[in-house]
């Protein structure tokens, strides 16, 4: 059971814009900064947004993130077919003096 | 480039102790409001984080682990380390070290290495 709530699943078709959402509480996303990471199969988390809305160098403007209260979203536009991964949200939680991850989206282009 | 490189067995036998070590290179681990991170990741499943160090030697624990696990850290070999005592299946997984600000997620990760745990 992870802390931060995200779907299970997500697919959108080539070109199409596709959100995922995250949602905490008041000692994490309330009150903290959220990050998205990008995990391809084998491979480590790699990651897309730091500080709510900041893209490391080389991260397409396609992504993008956004917070509102407790809740965040990744949404990506113009969808490609490499976008195909599991993503996942995180933040840092002042209950647990740790990072706390959602349980991951699966995103398909169809 | 801030690397961090994982490194111990990939078998470890139920009831033992999983003892890893990560080595960081391109940055120092004494940088100050930097805390060095040990997160595992179950086949399939999604991440879960197990504790955190500070160069000082400062550490914080998952509580649900917390009564299984060491951090340690060696800045003279730019090394922190995990151990976890009295495995089982369950703690079968990839673990990742990684990096984090005072107080955020991971911005850096090593590249995980798969433990499993088995007789």
């Known amino acids: 059971q992870s802390v931060l709530s995200q779907p299970p699943s997500a697919s959108g078709t080539p070109g199409q814009r596709v959100t995922i959402s995250c949602s905490g509480s008041?000692?994490?996303?309330?009150?903290?900064?959220v990050y998205w990471y990008q995990q391809l199969p084998g491979t480590a988390p790699k990651l897309l947004i730091y500080?709510?809305?900041q893209r490391p160098a080389g991260v397409p403007d396609r992504f993008s993130g956004s917070k509102s209260g407790t809740s965040a979203s990744l949404a990506i536009s113009g969808l490609r077919s490499e976008d195909e991964a599991d993503y996942y949200c995180?933040?840092?939680?002042?209950?647990?003096?740790?990072?706390?991850f959602g349980g991951g989206t699966k995103l398909t282009v169809l | 480039q801030l690397q961090l490189q994982e490194s111990g067995p990939g078998l470890v036998k139920p009831s033992e102790t999983l003892s890893l070590t990560c080595t960081v290179s391109g940055g120092s681990i004494s940088t100050d409001n930097y805390y060095w991170q040990w997160i595992r990741q179950p086949p399939g499943k999604g991440l879960e984080w197990i504790g955190s160090i500070y160069f000082s030697g400062s550490t914080y624990y998952n509580p649900s682990l917390e009564s299984r696990v060491t951090i340690s850290v060696d800045t003279s070999k730019n090394q922190f380390s995990l151990k976890l005592s009295s495995v089982t299946a369950a703690d079968t997984a990839v673990y990742y070290c990684a990096r984090c600000y005072v107080a955020a997620a991971p911005t850096y990760w090593g590249q995980g290495t798969l433990i499993t745990v088995s007789s």
């Open positions: 008041s000692s994490n996303i309330g009150s903290k900064y």
């Open positions: 995180a933040a840092w939680d002042d209950s647990l003096s740790g990072p706390v």
């Open positions: 500080t709510n809305n």
